[in-house]
């Protein structure tokens, strides 16, 4: 298990613009991670993951789909209706 940064988890809005440019990295690994650190967010926070994955779900290649539905994992899991909708 990762270093915990409790600072981030209380408000992870600053991790959201490195997300945000990394999330149509080439590296299929980066991007995993992208889906890995929205899915953590979403346990916490999961209107914040709800509200990105409106905004990013628009126009979304393939790889971004992919994504941003591993991404969404924790919200489908509880029944989420915004997640389950989109």
Request: charged content about 25%.
């Amino acid at each position: 298990m990762g270093l915990q940064l409790k600072a981030l988890i209380a408000d992870p809005s600053p991790t959201l613009p490195l997300l945000s440019a990394l999330q149509d990295d080439p590296s299929e690994y980066v991007r995993r991670s992208v889906a890995n650190h929205l899915n953590d967010i979403a346990k916490d926070h999961p209107a914040i993951v709800a509200q990105w994955l409106e905004e990013h779900l628009k126009h979304a290649s393939d790889e971004r789909r992919a994504l941003l539905q591993h991404a969404s994992r924790t919200l489908i899991k509880r029944g989420d209706r915004r997640v389950l909708s989109a």
